[in-house]
């Protein structure tokens, strides 16, 4: 029995010594040399810091080096939070006031603490990243800090902004993503031939994914640079050059490949085993662009918000899907277990909706330093009385289709009323992402003017898009003003920026 991820990586070091875990455009490193710097960054938080189940923050950019520090911040017995390089300090401040960090590890490039140092006074410990992963130390000595620590203890706390903007602290247990990874490695058939190309932020939950899987298998993680995501050709021929098996993107990055038919340049069909895919809705046109061109690929839609370990339903694609079709998010992962709640709290059935609640291991301990937050939607399961058992309201509605697969609406704070009815946005997206024609959509709803507003990345006129939309959806759900942007805003985790949309109403 495994009680933290930290036993991953001693055994595939001793395994795999030589074989590389991971990778970026400036280093590579093996496992035995991650494991050598994790554990000296350990011995050396350990010197200073003194004491366990403490919140250190990592400032660095997106690196090996991060992911390393992350190991090493783990074998120390404390837990980590990434604060990225880039992140507006206003974000920072409201971070720190409710981490309150007790150390930060920053490479010599962010030594100044720049952003941070704008809005907070940081009187913890600083500890530059070169200067601590040198040193020699007693093996014995870190593989007691990691016999004491237990898979309840916190291996990370990621920010996520939710719908507010206001930043909450997802709290989430060693044992949340031993689980998690167990089910991915099992599931996917991962084990040491396998390579991960990296898309998304390390502050973004899909990274947990990429980063351990390849401790616990062998595998190794190759992080693509930023900017290729902007260039598909160069994109599909780095992954073709790094042998790259498996992708776990959001749908954004796969849109932008689809829509530039990037495919007709790079084949990469020799290499590429697994397309897997989270973090909002995957139009099944564009996922149908990339099944033409890649018809052998292992394709799966992953759900999940952060709150519970990255992922808790799944759907491996094992037919053919219309364009103006939803997308299933499938059934449970495994030790987790799904329940759509109706507004009464009793258990929809049939084709019912209702908000989709979770629960099992992989499900957060709740928002750190933030005990009204968590209450809102950590709750007692209303289906059983008889002992404590906390669940997660998502706030996502689905319902079951008549294959049992769930099928993901919206969010709840996505269904309007609207000249009477109750509609939800994310079926409008869903038929307006079929038209031919249509690469990229959102639609919000304007609270002043009363109307539906849909937005494009590309100037389609307006009574050809509703043409095609009285075939699919009702007469009053089609969208009363159409806005087209040269492209659709992404925040930084590569999803549709609703609030920076809101602007434009």
Same mark, same amino acid.
């Given at each position: 029995?495994?009680?933290?991820?930290?036993?991953?990586?001693?055994?595939?070091?001793?395994?795999?010594?030589?074989?590389?875990?991971?990778?970026?455009?400036?280093?590579?490193?093996?496992?035995?040399?991650?494991?050598?710097?994790?554990?000296?960054?350990?011995?050396?938080?350990?010197?200073?810091?003194?004491?366990?189940?403490? @919140?250190?923050?990592?400032?660095?950019?997106?690196?090996?080096?991060?992911?390393?520090?992350?190991?090493?911040?783990?074998?120390?017995?404390?837990?980590?939070?990434?604060?990225?390089?880039?992140?507006?300090?206003?974000?920072?401040?409201?971070?720190?006031?409710?981490?309150?960090?007790?150390?930060?590890?920053?490479?010599?490039?962010?030594?100044?603490?720049?952003?941070?140092?704008?809005?907070?006074?940081?009187?913890?410990?600083?500890?530059?990243?070169?200067?601590?992963?040198?040193?020699?130390?007693?093996?014995?000595?870190?593989?007691?800090?990691?016999?004491?620590?237990?898979?309840?203890?916190?291996?990370?706390?990621?920010?996520?902004?939710?719908?507010?903007?206001?930043?909450?602290?997802?709290?989430?247990?060693?044992?949340?993503?031993?689980?998690?990874?167990?089910?991915?490695?099992?599931?996917?058939?991962?084990?040491?031939?396998?390579?991960?190309?990296?898309?998304?932020?390390?502050?973004?939950?899909?990274?947990?994914?990429?980063?351990?899987?390849?401790?616990?298998?062998?595998?190794?993680?190759?992080?693509?640079?930023?900017?290729?995501?902007?260039?598909?050709?160069?994109?599909?021929?780095?992954?073709?050059?790094?042998?790259?098996?498996?992708?776990?993107?959001?749908?954004?990055?796969?849109?932008?490949?689809?829509?530039?038919?990037?495919?007709?340049?790079?084949?990469?069909?020799?290499?590429?085993?697994?397309?897997?895919?989270?973090?909002?809705?995957? @139009?099944?046109?564009?996922?149908?662009?990339?099944?033409?061109?890649?018809?052998?690929?292992?394709?799966?839609?992953?759900?999940?918000?952060?709150?519970?370990?990255?992922?808790?339903?799944?759907?491996?694609?094992?037919?053919?899907?219309?364009?103006?079709?939803?997308?299933?998010?499938?059934?449970?992962?495994?030790?987790?277990?799904?329940?759509?709640?109706?507004?009464?709290?009793?258990?929809?059935?049939?084709?019912?909706?209702?908000?989709?609640?979770?629960?099992?291991?992989?499900?957060?301990?709740?928002?750190?330093?933030?005990?009204?937050?968590?209450?809102?939607?950590?709750?007692?399961?209303?289906?059983?009385?008889?002992?404590?058992?906390?669940?997660?309201?998502?706030?996502?509605?689905?319902?079951?289709?008549?294959?049992?697969?769930?099928?993901?609406?919206?969010?709840?704070?996505?269904?309007?009323?609207?000249?009477?009815?109750?509609?939800?946005?994310?079926?409008?997206?869903?038929?307006?992402?079929?038209?031919?024609?249509?690469?990229?959509?959102?639609?919000?709803?304007?609270?002043?003017?009363?109307?539906?507003?849909?937005?494009?990345?590309?100037?389609?006129?307006?009574?050809?898009?509703?043409?095609?939309?009285?075939?699919?959806?009702?007469?009053?759900?089609?969208?009363?003003?159409?806005?087209?942007?040269?492209?659709?805003?992404?925040?930084?985790?590569?999803?549709?920026?609703?609030?920076?949309?809101?602007?434009?109403?």
């Amino acid at each position: 029995m495994l009680n933290c991820v930290t036993e991953w990586l001693d055994e595939t070091a001793k395994k795999f010594p030589d074989k590389i875990a991971f990778s970026d455009e400036n280093n590579s490193y093996t496992f035995s040399e991650v494991r050598r710097m994790a554990m000296s960054i350990a011995h050396n938080i350990r010197n200073t810091l003194g004491g366990v189940k403490r @919140p250190i923050a990592v400032y660095m950019d997106k690196s090996a080096d991060m992911a390393v520090a992350y190991i090493g911040i783990a074998y120390s017995g404390n837990f980590y939070s990434p604060i990225a390089t880039d992140m507006p300090s206003s974000r920072i401040a409201k971070i720190f006031s409710t981490l309150k960090p007790e150390a930060v590890i920053c490479d010599e490039k962010n030594e100044e603490l720049s952003e941070i140092n704008k809005v907070v006074t940081f009187e913890g410990i600083k500890l530059i990243y070169q200067n601590i992963i040198g040193d020699e130390c007693d093996e014995k000595e870190i593989l007691d800090y990691e016999e004491h620590i237990v898979d309840t203890d916190l291996l990370y706390v990621l920010f996520t902004s939710g719908s507010t903007g206001e930043p909450k602290g997802v709290a989430i247990t060693h044992r949340g993503v031993l689980d998690y990874i167990d089910w991915v490695v099992e599931t996917f058939s991962i084990d040491e031939n396998d390579s991960f190309g990296n898309q998304s932020p390390f502050y973004f939950d899909n990274s947990i994914l990429d980063i351990y899987s390849p401790l616990k298998t062998g595998a190794t993680l190759f992080i693509i640079p930023k900017e290729l995501f902007s260039q598909p050709v160069k994109l599909l021929k780095y992954l073709y050059d790094k042998r790259i098996t498996t992708i776990f993107w959001v749908p954004s990055a796969m849109i932008m490949v689809s829509k530039l038919k990037a495919f007709r340049n790079v084949d990469v069909s020799s290499t590429l085993k697994r397309v897997l895919f989270a973090g909002e809705v995957m @139009p099944n046109k564009q996922l149908n662009v990339w099944r033409q061109y890649l018809p052998g690929m292992t394709y799966a839609n992953l759900y999940g918000p952060t709150e519970i370990t990255d992922v808790c339903a799944y759907y491996i694609v094992d037919r053919e899907f219309a364009d103006d079709e939803p997308l299933p998010i499938g059934i449970p992962t495994k030790n987790m277990d799904l329940i759509v709640l109706k507004d009464d709290n009793t258990e929809a059935t049939g084709t019912e909706n209702g908000e989709l609640c979770v629960r099992g291991t992989g499900v957060s301990v709740g928002y750190y330093n933030n005990p009204a937050k968590t209450k809102e939607v950590f709750v007692q399961n209303p289906l059983n009385d008889s002992y404590p058992e906390y669940i997660y309201r998502t706030g996502d509605i689905v319902h079951y289709n008549e294959r049992g697969e769930l099928i993901y609406v919206c969010r709840k704070d996505f269904q309007i009323k609207h000249m009477g009815h109750r509609i939800e946005l994310g079926e409008i997206e869903t038929a307006v992402s079929s038209i031919d024609g249509v690469d990229s959509c959102c639609c919000l709803y304007d609270d002043n003017h009363k109307k539906i507003v849909l937005f494009l990345d590309k100037e389609l006129d307006k009574s050809y898009i509703s043409e095609c939309l009285s075939r699919l959806i009702p007469e009053y759900m089609i969208p009363g003003k159409v806005i087209t942007l040269e492209q659709l805003p992404l925040n930084a985790n590569g999803k549709i920026d609703r609030l920076k949309l809101r602007e434009f109403l």
